[in-house]
């Protein structure tokens, strides 16, 4: 029953992240929904089978969330363009 869960999740996770990048049409944002929802059926995978196998897929797609998220958050564009020439902004970009 709860492998059946995992691979519910597994899917439902790829639908969803294709909904939001549908909905959104952020592909940050699809990918975001997709990376947590895979973390979430690692998790149920970890719980499902405590074995050294099952905990090393969960630390894995942590990881690989993770570095992929620091990743993307690194490369984001800034959000405001540059002050025209002869002008000082000093201001912080909104978040």
């Known amino acids: ?5 995992v691979t519910a999740t597994t899917a439902l996770a790829t639908l969803a992240g294709l909904a939001v ?5 952020s592909w940050r944002c699809a990918l975001r929904v997709l990376l947590d929802l895979l973390t979430a059926a690692g998790l149920l ?6 074995g050294w196998a099952e905990l090393a897929a969960a630390a894995a797609i942590i990881l690989l969330r993770r570095l992929l998220w620091a990743a993307l958050a ?19 970009p909104l978040r």
Do not use: N
């Open 45 to 50: 995978r970890l719980a499902v089978g405590q």
């Open 21 to 25: 990048l549908v909905g959104t049409g």
């Open 74 to 92: 690194a490369a984001r564009p800034e959000r405001l363009s540059a002050a025209p020439s002869g002008h000082e902004d000093h201001h912080l």
């Open 1 to 5: 029953m709860t492998r059946a869960l």
